[in-house]
């Protein structure tokens, strides 16, 4: 199983600095890259500072200027912001400029807030009509003078300028939750990329049975590789353990406030979740964080990913955006290097 590292700049508080969180960022990224992870996976959002990523191309370039050896990949693209021709010629520049380390993911986006911003009156069925429209487009312009006369897009004969690297280019990840959705991946030659969030283990066994029955309905496709993404925070102690636990849950606190998108949002920041309120969520509680993300000290962290590798996922995905301190992040990542990955061989 390799490993890999998710991360935003979080902000959460005027008080934080844009600049430090930035740097703060880029040291995580350096401790994976020197730990041995395979790759950095960052998004893209607008107009949140919850997790700021307005271009990923731009972070993952710096970050593969900065690293040796890890890839770098897009977690992920919203495809509805993009002209196919823009893309391709974008994720193809990032590839020459990276030497060949990007990884491609795309998704249809999760924040009505985002819509509403960049693309008003979309949903999240036509989010996901236009990744399914944009995703073998990008490919096409890859393999040049292609003409396009889709529903959303439409253009005449065009080739990528430039074209990538990696041939034939590179890998494309789909963030797959539905059934639909690991079909389409698998039918188009696509990379899976799954969360299962705040649910438990059993999301991560079914989203695993939904890859398999996908793979198994198109049996003339090569398998594609699956990558399970799960905030992780390994822990020093007993009484560390608790207090992750109350710090993830306070971050699905804020990341359902953004997602219901009913909250009011001020300079970037949402509306402050104070304890109380955090305290009557219907079904967030430490206790659910405790049991159902992947927070421990190293033996059960271990363990826990064991069984995700028996599963047959193919990459673990260490989620570190959690609200904590930029020092607390740190000590857990570098806990993660030194004591779980050695597990794996």
């Known amino acids: 199983m390799k490993f890999s590292l998710f991360v935003h700049m979080e902000r959460v508080s005027p008080d934080q600095d844009q600049v430090r969180l930035y740097e703060e960022m880029i040291e995580l990224c350096r401790i994976a890259d020197e730990g041995g992870m395979h790759a950095i996976w960052t998004g893209e959002h607008h107009g949140m500072n919850f997790t700021i990523a307005p271009n990923p191309f731009l972070n993952l370039i710096d970050i593969a200027r900065r690293t040796k050896n890890v890839r770098v990949g897009t977690g992920t693209i919203v495809a509805p912001f993009w002209n196919p021709i823009r893309l391709a010629g974008e994720a193809a520049m990032t590839d020459i400029i990276t030497g060949g380390r990007l990884d491609l993911g795309i998704a249809r986006g999760a924040y009505s807030y985002e819509y509403e911003r960049m693309l008003p009156g979309l949903d999240a069925w036509g989010a996901g009509m236009r990744m399914r429209e944009l995703i073998p487009a990008v490919i096409k312009l890859w393999e040049g003078d292609y003409e396009h006369r889709g529903e959303f897009w439409q253009f005449p004969k065009t080739t990528s300028s430039p074209m990538p690297v990696q041939k034939p280019h590179p890998p494309i990840w789909v963030a797959a939750r539905d059934p639909n959705s690991h079909e389409f991946a698998v039918a188009n030659g696509c990379n899976v990329q799954v969360t299962p969030l705040h649910l438990g283990d059993e999301e991560v066994v079914s989203l695993m049975e939904r890859f398999n029955a996908a793979c198994a309905k198109f049996p003339e496709v090569p398998r594609p590789k699956i990558m399970v993404l799960r905030h992780t925070y390994v822990a020093g102690d007993a009484a560390d353990v608790t207090r992750g636990a109350e710090e993830l849950n ?82 857990s990542l570098e806990r993660f290097i030194r004591d779980v990955m050695p597990a794996f061989g």
């Open 250 to 331: 306070m971050f699905y606190n804020y990341f359902g406030a953004w997602f219901k998108n009913e909250k009011p949002v001020s300079m970037g920041m949402i509306e402050r979740i104070t304890p109380e309120d955090a305290a009557n969520h219907p079904f967030y509680s430490p206790e659910a964080m405790r049991k159902n993300q992947i927070v421990g000290e190293a033996p059960e962290v271990i363990d826990r990913i064991k069984s995700y590798e028996a599963l047959g996922y193919d990459e673990f995905s260490f989620w570190i955006d959690s609200g904590m301190s930029f020092e607390r992040k740190r000590a």
